[in-house]
């Protein structure tokens, strides 16, 4: 048995830390990532966006194409899958290697 709760767009996250997680921050999760749709206090639940695109800072110095995969490598995203990155979702525009940032459909 299945009971249909929510479309699953935005989460419920509790804020473990003892530091504030500031608005539209990503959070890695175990195998994806999540961005904060409000500030989360130390002990408080807020909402943590699942699907979306995204402006995320690039740390990569490659160029991404659309549609590529790309990874969170716990501060921003690039396009090489390395020990501890975590896979992001795709490149939802081309991303020049020089870049600063790179659009992102989080978890597709």
Known sequence: ??????????LDYTNATDNLIPHDTVVALKDRIGVTGCPIPPGKTGSLHMV????????GTAAIAMGQTV?????????AAEE????????AAPADAAGAS??????G
């Open 71 to 79: 990874y969170f490598d716990g501060t921003g995203i690039t396009d």
């Open 52 to 59: 979306g695109v995204f402006e995320i800072k690039k740390t």
């Open 102 to 107: 790179v659009l992102v459909s989080i978890n």
């Open 84 to 91: 501890g990155s975590i896979k992001a979702g795709y490149a």
């Open 1 to 10: 048995m299945a009971e249909y709760l929510q479309r699953g767009e935005a």
